[in-house]
């Protein structure tokens, strides 16, 4: 539940950016401090007490999956500059099989078999609205696009190996990191009053989504949460539609369809083999 929740935030960042003129590092910058902001007063939040310098303290692995989170985010604000909405949650909704391949790589894990008929099921529901034609786009969206793809991948693996991270805090850490590269690369004030609302509106929902996003990846493995967040593509396809004016041809539409029965039927078989719990 957590984790479809944050994809619905996920998907109105096309929105957010193709709504908005700046560029994609003043974009970064402004939703990097609002986001900071709002996911740092969370973690203090829930983590206030003697303990909390020691469990925010971050080390390797802490600055590691920071960096991670933070080239994902540089790369997906960038993809959806650079080509459709719908091309970059298509290319998205293959972090699945990535996160499949890395869980077995690098943890050594076993993948539920209803996990890889969904995963397949979903493949066949991208290949439906990619053989549709959704429009071509530029080579560098797509490009940025997979960089995207693979980073999440990555980071949902390196959670479940680094259990002793403060992974929420890091979505913060990142998100200040971004913020302060694109003070340096960009002039964060040069933009007009709409663009600033709409950036604050955006990394608002960046942090409601990267909080439902981790809280959520801790408790599936790292296959399952890309694959419940691939509900994120038709969802952002409808939002394109609705607020762009961006519509899809009717392939992607039943491919879709396909997506989203693959995530939420996966989710109800997951939670029905799920041996039943002692009512003391």
């Known amino acids: 539940m957590l984790v479809v929740a944050s994809a ?4 109105l960042a096309g929105i957010f950016t193709r709504s908005v003129a700046a560029g994609p590092w003043t974009i970064a910058c ?6 900071a902001a709002m996911i740092a007063a969370y973690v203090l939040w829930r983590e206030w007490g003697p303990d909390m310098r020691a469990n ?3 080390g390797k692995r802490g600055w590691t999956l920071a ?9 997906f604000i960038t993809a959806f500059k ?7 949650t298509i290319i998205y909704a293959t972090v699945p099989f990535m996160a499949a391949g890395l869980e077995r790589v690098v943890l050594g894990e076993h993948t539920r078999p209803s996990t890889i008929l969904a995963a397949f099921a979903s493949l066949a529901g991208v290949a439906i609205m990619m053989l549709g034609g959704i429009g071509t786009g530029s080579l560098a969206g797509s490009l940025m696009a997979v960089l995207m793809t693979a ?15 403060p992974v929420v805090w ?5 998100a200040f990191l971004l913020f302060l590269v694109g003070c340096l690369v960009t002039d964060p004030l040069d933009v007009t009053r709409h663009d600033a609302v709409l950036m604050c509106a955006f990394g608002v929902s960046f942090a409601a989504a990267v909080i439902l996003w981790t809280e959520g990846t ?3 493995s790292a296959a399952e949460s890309g694959l419940l967040g691939s509900a994120e593509v038709p969802l952002a396809i409808l939002f394109a539609w609705l607020f762009l004016g961006e519509l899809p041809p009717r392939a992607s539409l039943v491919g879709g369809a396909v997506v989203i029965v693959a995530v939420f039927g996966c989710a109800a078989w997951n939670f029905r083999q799920r041996p039943p719990t002692a009512v003391i």
Do not use: E, P, Q
């Open 8 to 11: 619905a935030f996920f998907a």
């Open 30 to 35: 402004w939703r990097g401090l609002v986001g």
């Open 56 to 58: 925010l303290r971050l």
């Open 67 to 75: 960096a991670v989170s933070a080239l994902s985010s540089i790369s």
């Open 82 to 88: 650079l080509t459709y909405v719908a091309n970059v």
């Open 151 to 165: 980073g999440c991948a990555l980071y949902m693996v390196l959670i479940r190996k680094f259990t002793d991270a």
């Open 170 to 174: 890091t979505g913060a850490v990142a």
């Open 218 to 220: 801790r408790l599936v």
